[in-house]
């Protein structure tokens, strides 16, 4: 008999989780498709290389000999359509490869909104190895690159704001909202970032938009329109950081359900018999409790990949995300989030808000109001925990406990500073003022 063949499309952190949980499992035929990078390496440390701290080699988790050594085949190529019928995959050079199950994890791509101007030389979204190579072309020093503009205030355009910075090369920073991640995050810690961001000299436009991107000769980027003002901003470097959506393109011709992403139900499966989705690609059929049905992170790649490899080795288990958490760094101060903290309370619900009067340190947390139980965290600043959180939601533990407890989920070193004493003497002030 021969091996049933496994063919995982993407070498990102789920198809490659994917890949080594099968192999852990079983002896089945595995082949990783990818058209980025030979081997797998971690996206999230993109910034990282264009910033100097590391070499393109140290954000490969697995040495070059382990796929190998592991029978994982890796085949470099770009897949342009896939045959459920004959159960086929079909590359862009012609070439077809028949598997038995298939696993689709091709990630995202930048978001473009159809801007005049977007395809132009200079201009790019950051999110594929490809994107940092043209980085490099544009925007190697402020001697190629006099100004950058980038387009869209969230976590990428954030981290392409600092690496631009890291070689002085000057931003200017187009963000929609009236108050940078203000659709993500409650006010006050907005304005704090807003703050921290002028602080580090990044020219920061709020509640503007894009008009259009224009063009030297060349065809070369030489400036951008700001829609509300017609301003012209001339640059020689576009990063459009407007959000990203899955990379399903390609399987247009075929008859898997699609909405913005594969259509998935809590196993993974698509309406096509032995063909899964995973990690930024997948769209939940029905939201799993209050995520989103698409998750663009990291670590639900990961948990998606281990559960799928259970289900293709027999053992078919559900997804099953647990609660949300998520960190990210703007610039010098560190996020983490744990549970649900929106840009205003829910319906029902408040905030229990703490900012250092000196310091760029805050935290908020969101509960409900008349059941005192604790539904999220945002922390500025100060590392916490991410185990005791997680117990403290499952627990439904009230804001009460939790800010007396909040010691027990610091994670920063004891030798840092401490500010729970603080903490603690704002919230029972707000407890007497009956704002609690
Ligand atoms: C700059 C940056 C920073 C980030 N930082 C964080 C962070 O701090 N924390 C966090 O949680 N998340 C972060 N993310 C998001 C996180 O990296 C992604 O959620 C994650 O990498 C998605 O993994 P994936 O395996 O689903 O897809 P991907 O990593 O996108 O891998 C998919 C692979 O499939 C390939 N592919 C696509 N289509 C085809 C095709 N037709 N044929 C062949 N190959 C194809 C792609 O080229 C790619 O190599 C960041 C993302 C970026 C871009």
């Known amino acids: 008999m021969t091996e049933e063949h ?15 949980h099968i192999r852990k499992q079983s002896k089945k035929k595995i082949t990783v498709v990818s058209n980025e990078t030979d081997h797998f390496f971690s996206r999230t ?18 040495e070059d000999w382990f796929w190998e050594k592991n029978r994982i085949e890796l085949k470099n190529g770009t897949v342009s359509a896939i045959n459920t019928r004959n159960k086929s995959v079909l590359f862009e050079n012609g070439e077809s490869i028949n598997y038995d199950t298939l696993a689709i994890a091709t990630g995202s791509k930048p978001n473009k909104f159809g801007w005049p101007g977007q395809e132009l030389k200079g201009v790019q979204g950051l999110y594929h190895f490809q994107d940092l190579e043209n980085l490099e072309k544009y925007a190697p020093n ?8 980038i387009v869209g205030g969230g976590l990428i355009g954030i981290e392409l704001a600092e690496m631009l910075q890291s070689r002085n090369i000057p931003v200017t920073f187009l963000v929609r909202e009236n108050s940078f991640w203000g659709n993500v995050l409650p006010q006050a810690e907005s304005n704090m970032l807003n703050q921290h961001i002028l602080k580090h000299h990044i020219d920061l436009r709020l509640g503007v938009n894009l008009k259009e991107i224009k063009a030297e000769a060349n065809g070369v980027v030489k400036s951008v329109i700001i829609k509300e003002t017609n301003e012209e901003i001339d640059c020689n470097f576009v990063g459009l950081t407007t959000g990203v959506s899955p990379n399903i393109a390609f399987l247009k011709s075929s008859e898997l359900e699609t909405n913005k ?10 309406n096509i018999k032995d063909v899964y989705a ?8 029905d939201a799993i409790g209050n995520r989103k049905t698409i998750e663009a992170v990291w ?12 289900t293709i080795c027999g053992n078919r288990v559900a997804y099953n995300p647990g609660h949300w958490f998520n960190s990210a760094k703007f610039f010098n101060i560190e996020y983490q989030t744990y549970g649900w903290v929106n840009a205003i309370p829910s319906p029902g619900n408040k905030y229990f808000h703490w900012m250092h009067s000196n310091e760029e340190k805050c935290i908020t947390l969101e509960y409900n109001q008349e059941t005192k139980v604790f539904l999220g965290i945002n922390t500025f600043g100060i590392r916490m925990r991410h185990e005791v959180f997680d117990t403290w939601l499952t627990e ?8 007396h407890n909040l010691e027990k989920a610091n994670f920063d ?8 004493r603080d903490i603690q003497t704002k919230f029972n002030l707000d407890l007497a003022e009956k704002q609690i």
């Open 6 to 20: 496994v063919i995982i499309i993407g070498n990102g952190i789920s198809g490659i989780t994917l890949a080594r």
């Open 45 to 62: 440390a993109l910034m990282y290389i264009y910033m100097g701290h590391m070499k393109f080699e140290h954000t490969k988790p697995y």
């Open 142 to 149: 402020n001697q190629v690159c006099k100004r950058a503009v």
């Open 261 to 270: 992403g594969v259509l998935v139900n809590q196993f993974l499966e698509t």
């Open 278 to 285: 995973i990690g930024d690609c997948a769209e939940q059929r």
């Open 299 to 310: 670590y639900t790649g990961r948990m998606m990949g281990e559960t799928l490899a259970q």
């Open 396 to 403: 439904k533990r009230d804001i009460n406990y939790v800010i």
């Open 413 to 420: 070193p004891e030798f840092y500073k401490h500010y729970e």
